[in-house]
């Protein structure tokens, strides 16, 4: 199983929902910052995701242009459904922000003003 699949909570919705400001502000005291912590996060899982589905689906490609070899491929259609069916890494990156399974630090360097 992959590494994403087993982090994935059960908790984690796969859709979007309404979520409370206050709560996320919170947890840096700066919403903009919390939001920002989130949106790195995001990007980290979807290039964690994208990286292992290329390399599951690498297995199965063929390097023929000839439209006639082409032909389906059940493992492979079940490999891509199942990655379609895992929630946004958006959704992830929220939920693990509200676990507190981020870790996220502030750049307290103040030498660039200077």
Not at 103 to 113: A, E, S
């Amino acid at each position: 199983m992959s590494k994403i699949r087993k982090q994935i909570s059960p908790n984690t919705p796969t859709s979007a929902e309404t979520r409370d400001l206050f709560t996320i502000k919170q947890k840096t005291g700066n919403l903009y910052e919390s939001i920002s912590v989130m949106t790195r996060r995001a990007s980290q899982i979807n290039i964690s995701i994208k990286e292992e589905l290329h390399s599951k689906l690498e297995e199965f490609a063929t390097h023929t242009d000839s439209l006639e070899e082409i032909h389906e491929n059940k493992e492979q259609i079940e490999i891509s459904k199942a990655y379609e069916k895992m929630p946004n890494p958006s959704l992830l990156a929220i939920q693990e922000f509200l676990e507190d399974k981020i870790y996220y630090r502030k750049n307290t360097n103040n030498d660039l003003f200077k």
